[in-house]
Structures are given as structure tokens and as C-alpha cells.
């Protein structure tokens, strides 16, 4: 809930702007990636995922996009809506692993 | 379909005491998962079970043991809770064993131990 808030990335946002959402993940190795959007007081949702095989890929309304040179994954959510705001965690995976790693998270704050 | 359901919702303990925290899956799900999320920490996992019948150990799993009692549900028992372990847990599970692909999460359950 709110407690997950502190001390976290914050992104401030008008509503109708386009957000950036970003992520340095750890393992150069991780082949695998997902976005999740967690609201307060709820359990973290699935957004979108992306293979290492993959550079971009486009969902309903959000985008991500990943650079394996430099171990960087975006989010970027279009006309962002006071809906929107959340924490954002991005996670990784090796293939055939049962378990993913997370980041640490960023909170989306949309304005109306 | 309920998806992930766990419980209780709050807990308060003092320090010493035992519970279990309890987690059912309804979707037929082959993994499941615990972790924990502090302030600032993103979620650690606790303890994991790639299928029915087997557990392993996570990032964090000292203090906590884990029982798989059957495919649908996955508990998590503090022995002895320490003020260390406040914090929101959260179960998971996911379709297929031996892979972490789209991951379903509980509402959590808000754990201060005093």
C-alpha cells in the first residue's frame, strides 16, 4: 500500500502526457522480462512482457522497450490517466528458471 | 475464480510468536510463491514451489519455513516472529513448472511484529 511508496523513484505527471518509465535490470543474462503495475493496498499486476530476442513491444497503450547493450528496459504508457498511478517494477528472468528478480520501483503520480 | 486469495488480510504480533499465513491458487497453477516487500526494497522472495511436492529456498528465507499441502494452496509459518519481519507478504503463482512466466498476486497480507 503506501507503505511501498517510500523512498522510491518518483515520476510526476500531468494526465494526457506520455510517461517514461525506466529500469537498469542486473543480469546480462536474463533473457526474459516483465513489467508490473501495483496500486496502493493491492498485489502487483501484470502489464507486458518482452523476449531478449525482442527490441520493443507495444500493448494497449503502453510500450516497452529494451537495450540489451547497456541493461535497460523502458515503460512508456501514452496519455497517461489519473488511473495510471502506481508503482511499476520491472523483473527478469533466465529461461527455464522458476523465479524472477525484481527491481526496486518507481511511483507514477498523474495529475488531472 | 478467485485467482490468489490469502489470509488473514492484517496480523499483529508480538515478538515470539508463531502463525501460519495461508495461500490458495484456483487457477490450476503448477508454481507458487512468497515474498516479501519492504520500503524502498521492491519483493524478495521467501520461498518458492516449482510444483506440487517441492520447495526452495528463495533470497530471504531465514525465519520462515513453507508447507506445499497440495496443488491449490502454499503456506508460510514464522516460528518465532521478530520485529525484522514486519512487512507486506505476498503469494504468487504461476502455469507452468520450472518457469517464472506471468506471475498472479495475492492482496497481500500486512504483517507488524512489536
Known amino acids: 500500500g503506501e507503505s511501498v511508496g517510500l523512498h522510491l523513484p518518483t515520476l510526476s505527471v500531468q494526465e494526457g502526457d506520455n510517461s517514461i518509465i525506466n529500469c537498469a535490470y542486473s543480469?546480462?543474462?536474463?533473457?526474459?522480462f516483465i513489467w508490473y503495475k501495483q496500486e496502493s493496498g493491492k498485489g502487483p499486476q501484470f502489464i507486458i512482457d518482452?523476449?531478449?530476442?525482442?527490441d520493443k513491444r507495444q500493448g494497449q497503450r503502453v510500450t516497452v522497450l529494451l537495450n540489451k547493450t547497456v541493461k535497460h528496459l523502458s515503460l512508456q504508457i501514452a496519455a497517461t490517466q489519473p488511473g495510471d498511478s502506481a508503482v511499476y517494477f520491472c523483473a527478469e528472468t533466465l529461461s527455464g528458471y522458476s523465479t524472477l528478480t525484481f527491481g526496486k520501483g518507481t511511483m507514477l503520480l498523474v495529475s488531472p | 475464480n478467485a485467482g490468489v486469495t490469502q489470509t488473514p488480510k492484517f496480523q499483529v504480533l508480538k515478538t515470539g510468536q508463531s502463525m501460519t499465513l495461508q495461500c490458495a491458487q484456483d487457477?490450476?497453477?503448477?508454481?507458487m510463491y512468497w515474498y516479501r516487500q519492504d520500503p524502498g526494497m521492491g519483493l524478495r522472495l521467501i520461498y518458492y514451489s516449482a510444483s506440487e511436492g517441492t520447495t526452495d529456498k528463495g533470497e530471504v528465507p531465514n525465519g520462515y519455513n513453507v508447507s506445499r499441502l497440495n496443488k491449490r494452496e502454499f503456506s508460510l509459518r514464522l516460528e518465532s516472529a521478530a520485529p525484522s519481519q514486519t512487512s507486506v507478504y505476498f503469494c504468487?503463482?504461476?502455469?507452468?513448472?520450472?518457469?517464472?512466466?506471468?506471475?498472479?498476486f495475492g492482496p497481500g497480507t500486512r504483517l507488524t511484529v512489536t
Open positions: 487457477m490450476n497453477h503448477n508454481s
Open positions: 504468487a503463482s504461476s502455469l507452468r513448472q520450472g518457469l517464472a512466466y506471468e506471475q498472479y
Open positions: 543480469n546480462s543474462a536474463s533473457d526474459y
Open positions: 518482452i523476449r531478449s530476442n525482442m
